[in-house]
Each structure stands twice: as C-alpha cells, then as structure tokens.
C-alpha cells in the first residue's frame, strides 16, 4: 500500500500542461521500445542465432545477412526510447522521499544508453565490416581476418555483459524508487525489484561465457541462463508497465499526500481558532 492510499486522501493538485505531455511521450516511448526489443529477439530475421558458439558458422551468417547494420541500428533506437521513458519516470518522481532514488535511476540510464550505443556500434558496424571482408578475401588472408573478427567479437561480448549488469541494476533502483515513492503503485515497484536481479544474473552468465562457447549454456550455467532470460522476461514487461503508469499520470492529477495532510490541520486548526473567538 503506497502513503496515499495510507491517507485516504484523493490526490488534487494539477499538473503543469508540459508535464503531462511530457508523460504521454514517455509512455508512448516505452511501448514502443518494447515492442522493437521484442520483435527483434523473436525474429532470427533481424539477428540470425543459428550456432552462436561456433564462430566460423557465426560470421558466415553475420556476413550474409543483408540489414544487419539496419537491425542494429532498429535495436539500438529500441533502447533509446526505453531508456528516454525511464528518464521521464525520474522527472515523475522528482519530487517526494524517492527523489534520490530517482537521481540514481537517471544516472543509470545514462550509463545504460551508452553501453547500449557502444553494443550496436561494435556489433551492428566494426564487426559486420571484419566478417564482411573475411567472406570475400582469399584464403591465405581469411585466418588473420578471422582473428580479428573474432577479437571484436570478445570485446562485443564484454559489452554486452556489462550492459545487462548495469540495465539490471538500474531496474533494481527503479523499483526501489517506485516502492518509496509517495504516489506510485507498489507493486510496480516490487515488480522491478524482482525483475532487476535476475537480468544481473544474466550479465554474470554473460560474462563468463558470453556465446556460450566455453559450456554451451548447459548445466549450472545453462539453469543460471534461464533464470537470466526470465529476468529479461520481467525487464520488458517491466518498462511496458511503466509506459502504463506514465499515461495514467498524464491523466490523473497529482499530488503529494503530505500537502493535503497539511491543509487539512490548517483548516482543523482555524476552526479550532473560530470556535475559541465564539466562546
């Protein structure tokens, strides 16, 4: 139950025309993000996945894939209305005891949105390039092209794995956010919370083996990887939520229960006074 609810009070107080428009573009910002992230992991048309852990199988895929640089340049557009709506939720929450929270969370989505930029630059751009040539060059200069394909390749995984362990995080502050915040449902809040550590769980496994070459995500790896994926799972049903609140709040007016509270006991207390001066 959050503080508002504890009060019984209806929120009054209006909000500023701008705010409000600007929380129908957020919400609409997270909404789409998902449903770009969704179709992008749902089709192998955007990202072929056929043998991830043999990389010579890989890059001929990766080389033969005709909008490669276009569906990475799709996706990364896909996290930056994500992370644009989650910025707008720290502007919601500005104001009221999860104000610092809120701080953490934008500091979070901007160091998401770059790890994000530098994934697609090197998976979407440079290592596109290197399998390219490798495809096409003869073959006594394929095995020193190779290498180098496979070198990016390392380093995209390294991203990736950080990406997920910060997003993951950041969720997790979200979710404490939206837990203390004055107005905000709390089970959007607990929803994070849960959603948060799993993605981390997920950057781990993808840290240790990021392709899954060293274990074929099999055995504990392969359980920890599930638990991951459900974690992803959560994140984008998560920020989909979100959207939901953001459009909500453009409708709803808004108001700290505190302030209601204090005019309540200022209104008791002149009454107070009116009733002395009849006395």
């Not at 504890?6 to 929380?23: H, K």
């Amino acid at each position: 139950m959050t503080a508002a609810d504890e009060t019984g009070l209806v929120p009054t107080e209006s909000i500023p025309s701008s705010d409000t428009q600007l929380y129908r573009v957020g919400a609409v910002a997270a909404i789409l993000g998902v449903a770009i992230q969704i179709g992008r992991q749902a089709s192998d048309q955007f990202h072929p996945q056929s043998e991830p852990g043999n990389p010579p199988v890989a890059f001929a895929d990766y080389a033969a894939h005709e909008y490669w640089v276009l569906a990475h340049l799709l996706e990364f557009l896909g996290f930056a209305l994500i992370f644009g709506a989650l910025l707008v939720l720290s502007w919601r929450m500005r104001v009221g005891r999860a104000a610092g929270w809120a701080v953490l969370g934008a500091a979070g989505t901007v160091m998401s949105l770059t790890l994000a930029a530098a994934l697609q630059a090197i998976d979407g751009i440079a290592l596109k390039l290197l399998v390219d040539r490798w495809a096409e060059t003869s073959a006594e200069s394929q095995e020193l092209l190779f290498e180098g394909a496979y070198a990016v390749r390392q380093i995209e995984g390294a991203v990736l794995a950080m990406f997920v362990v910060g997003l993951g995080l950041t969720i997790l502050v979200y979710g404490v956010a939206l837990v203390i915040d004055d107005v905000a449902p709390n089970w959007l809040g607990m929803l994070g919370i849960a959603a948060g550590p799993l993605t981390v769980v997920l950057g781990v496994v993808l840290a240790l083996d990021p392709f899954g070459e060293i274990t074929g995500h099999s055995g504990s790896m392969g359980f920890l990887f599930g638990v991951g994926v459900l974690g992803n799972l959560l994140a984008l049903l998560w920020i989909g939520l979100v959207g939901r609140y953001l459009f909500q709040s453009s409708r709803r007016q808004l108001t700290h229960p505190s302030e209601p509270r204090a005019r309540s006991i200022e209104g008791d207390a002149t009454q107070s006074g009116e009733i002395d001066d009849s006395v």
